[in-house]
């Protein structure tokens, strides 16, 4: 008669077992690390708050005191805002114009990046085709050129064209007051593009082979593939730079500046907030108001896509 001998050692293995996954959010658990998270929570949104009390602030309070002091003698008032968002006077600000323009600019230099390198990357993960690599590594090279050593032959191309040999290969765009949005948009994306593809690609090439290989065998095509399995999964990653590319754009004065110009027509937020300051600042009251007026709209979408953000942040970086 033989009795079976139990075998624990592969059951005691595996339960033992403390993936890096584990480590990570044990140590992201302790106590040491909790305070350490909301010492750095507080630093960061105590100027924030400040911001926001001295917006609704009277002017004289603003000028003589801190924001501080708004505890002990507390008064608001919106006149601060309404000067800025809708006054007449050409100090006031005038914000709800160029409020839409940035939205106008910001919105399609986030969805045209999105829309061509998740098309771009996946292509470079799932589609073998001759010099995929070297193409990849140039674009990835692209991330390295500083963004001011392009603005002058992009402003070139848009005003004069591309001539070779003294054939015109495309003429000059000749934009005028809102057509020139197109001339933002086309820079933002053309800078935004290296990183997106770089970022998005390690995403996309990390999917399971054997879902690839699944989706082919029941007949599927790229464009199936691409719509119905690659979008769902890397969604995150999709969130992650949607957001980093929205608070560049929208906080942008340069790009902004010289593809669109000055003028209440295509002019951002960050124009009219540089004319505001000025060489003193004096009118603090209207600074704060329109401050706060332009971080809104990206905090609005950085909390609502924060849960987004981290997965994007978080996922392949440690597998359990």
């Avoid at 909790?34 to 917006?55: E, K």
């Amino acid at each position: 008669m033989t009795t079976a001998t139990p075998t624990v050692g592969a059951g005691t293995q595996a339960v033992g077992k403390t993936t890096t996954a584990g480590r990570v959010r044990k140590r992201l658990n302790t106590r040491a690390a909790t305070l350490i998270s909301i010492v750095i929570a507080l630093l960061w949104t105590i100027p924030t708050f400040g911001l926001l009390v001295s917006s609704f602030r009277p002017e004289d309070q603003i000028k003589s005191t801190g924001w501080w002091t708004f505890f002990s003698d507390p008064e608001f008032t919106l006149e601060n805002y309404q000067e800025v968002l809708f006054g007449s006077s050409s100090s006031s600000g005038q914000l709800a114009s160029y409020f839409i323009n940035s939205l106008a600019i910001t919105i399609p230099s986030v969805l045209f990046p999105l829309a061509f390198a998740s098309l771009a990357a996946y292509a470079l993960a799932w589609i073998n085709f001759r010099g995929r690599d070297w193409l990849y590594i140039a674009i990835f090279a692209m991330q390295i050129v500083p963004l001011q050593m392009a603005l002058v032959p992009l402003l070139k191309f848009f005003s004069t064209g591309v001539t070779l040999g003294g054939v015109t290969l495309m003429p000059a765009w000749d934009l005028v007051d809102e057509q020139k949005f197109a001339q933002v948009w086309f820079a933002h994306t053309c800078f935004a593009l290296p990183f997106a593809v770089f970022l998005l690609h390690n995403f996309i090439s990390q999917l399971p082979k054997d879902l690839m290989e699944a989706a082919r065998v029941d007949g599927a095509t790229h464009p199936k593939i691409f719509r119905t399995i690659v979008l769902p999964l890397v969604t995150p990653a999709l969130a992650a730079f949607g957001i980093f590319q929205f608070l560049w754009v929208w906080n942008d004065l340069l790009v902004a500046l010289i593809f669109a110009g000055g003028g209440n027509e295509t002019a951002p937020l960050t124009v009219r907030l540089a004319e505001m300051a000025g060489t003193r600042g004096n009118e603090w009251q209207r600074l704060t108001a329109g401050a706060f007026v332009s971080i809104v709209v990206p905090l609005i979408v950085f909390l609502s896509l924060q849960r987004y953000f981290v997965r994007g942040l978080l996922a392949g970086s440690v597998k359990g």
